[in-house]
Every structure is written in structure tokens, then in C-alpha cells.
Antibody, heavy 119, light 112 residues
Framework: EVQLVQSGAEVKKPGESLKISCKAS????????IGWVRQMPGRGLEWMGI????????TYSPSFQGQVTVSVDRSIATAYLQWSSLKASDTAIYYC????????????WGQGTVVTVSS | QSVLTQPPSVSGAPGQTVTISCTGS?????????VHWYQQLAGTAPKLLIF???KRPSGVPDRFSGSKSGATASLAITGLQAEDEAEYYC????????????FGTGTKVTVL
């Protein structure tokens, strides 16, 4: 069974750094792209970036380029999303999602990580 | 960020049919890219509902169907049930400006 299990909720202050994780199981991790999607409070879904674990090929949405960093650790089948300096506007739920094998969609999703940034 | 346009809300009584539109442009849906649909129940992660315009993943009831014409796609829910009350998002691919994966604005379906 394919599963993406994300790390727990975080409460941070503006300016702090953060790295959240997404652990994959039930499939060959390196062979499927993993994307990250933001959902701000009461808002829709926004694609942030995507990484191919086999070679760490990464594409960022222009809206998020330079704002976040996506990475993987192949040895533990885990993808990461990190910030070096959080802002209040980063408060949101962040989902990781596996891109489908043949189609440009997201077929499995993590449960989401709630990130709250407040002074 | 490029987005696909959906109506904010639709509603229907149990047993009725509701349809959600998803309007894109010549660089995404109109360019021939597939449209996918997700269902997001309150407080949960999105779930793939329809892929490649009109295909259902295993386990998705056939009450859900998708279609596409030109730069507009549609999701129909026939025989509406109380458990269908959720937010629905379309998604496609945009080959311009490196904004590859684009989502719709979302539609809240309310079962009256």
C-alpha cells in the first residue's frame, strides 16, 4: 500500500528556519516524482515544486523559487521541504504528493503538515 | 501563479446532478493537457477522483464523471449523496513560464 506520512504540526516565529518531511512507503521511492502543495487558510491548492528522487532533479513554481528548498534522502525514502527564514504568510497546510507514473497528476497524498508562523 | 477558473460553489439536493466547470487557457487545458480532479473532504488531504479527463481510479464510484472540450473541463456528480459534500479541484499542466502544475480555484459542493 502506497503511503506518504508527513511530520507533525509546527509552530514557529518569524525569521526561524524549518524543515518538514514526507516519508514514502509501499513503492519504489526513487522512481516517482514527489511534489509539494501549499494550502493557505481557507484557500485553494498551490503547486510549489517537485523533485525526482533518483537524481534530485527539481523544478520550482516561479511563485516559490528562492523561497523554499526541496530535497530528498534516498536512503530513508523521505522528501523534505525547508525554509531558511519563515514569514507569517507561510502559515498554511503543506502537502506532499506522489506524481502518477504516466500522467501529470498526483495520485497519492500525505496527510498534510500544519505550519503556523506567529510572533 | 497560473490558475484554472472554477465556480466558487454549487449545490444540489440528494439524488440530483451537479456539474463543475474548469476553464483554462491555450497554454494548459486548451493545449491538450489532461485534466485531473481531486476531492477534498473537510479537514482532510485531497484525493484523486478523476484522471486523464475522464478515468476513475479504483474505488471511485461511477457517479463521478469527467469530460473536456477545448479549454474547459467539467466534473459531473450524478445521484448526489450527502458524503459528496466537499471541495473539488481541477488540475492540469501548463507548459509556459515554468508554472507546470496548475490547480483550479476550487468549488465547494453543498448537498442541500
Amino acid at each position: 500500500e502506497v503511503q506518504l506520512v508527513q511530520s507533525g504540526a509546527e509552530v514557529k516565529k518569524p525569521g526561524e528556519s524549518l524543515k518538514i518531511s514526507c516519508k514514502a512507503s509501499g513503492y519504489m521511492f526513487i522512481n516517482y516524482w514527489i511534489g509539494w502543495v501549499r494550502q493557505m487558510p481557507g484557500r485553494g491548492l498551490e503547486w510549489m515544486g517537485i523533485i525526482y528522487p533518483d537524481d534530485s532533479d527539481i523544478t520550482y513554481s516561479p511563485s516559490f523559487q528562492g523561497q523554499v528548498t526541496v530535497s530528498v534522502d534516498r536512503s530513508i525514502a523521505t522528501a523534505y521541504l525547508q525554509w531558511s527564514s519563515l514569514k507569517a504568510s507561510d502559515t498554511a497546510i503543506y502537502y506532499c504528493a506522489r506524481r502518477g507514473d504516466s500522467f501529470l497528476n498526483f495520485d497519492y497524498w500525505g496527510q498534510g503538515t500544519v505550519v503556523t508562523v506567529s510572533s | 501563479q497560473s490558475v484554472l477558473t472554477q465556480p466558487p460553489s454549487v449545490s444540489g439536493a440528494p439524488g440530483q446532478t451537479v456539474t463543475i466547470s474548469c476553464t483554462g487557457s491555450s497554454s494548459d487545458i486548451g493545449a491538450g493537457y489532461d485534466v485531473h480532479w481531486y476531492q477534498q473532504l473537510a479537514g482532510t488531504a485531497p484525493k484523486l477522483l478523476i484522471f486523464r479527463d475522464n478515468k476513475r481510479p479504483s474505488g471511485v464510484p461511477d457517479r463521478f464523471s469527467g469530460s473536456k472540450s477545448g479549454a474547459t473541463a467539467s466534473l459531473a456528480i450524478t445521484g448526489l449523496q450527502a458524503e459528496d459534500e466537499a471541495e473539488y479541484y481541477c488540475q492540469s499542466f501548463d507548459s509556459s513560464l515554468n508554472d507546470f502544475y496548475v490547480f483550479g480555484t476550487g468549488t465547494k459542493v453543498t448537498v442541500l
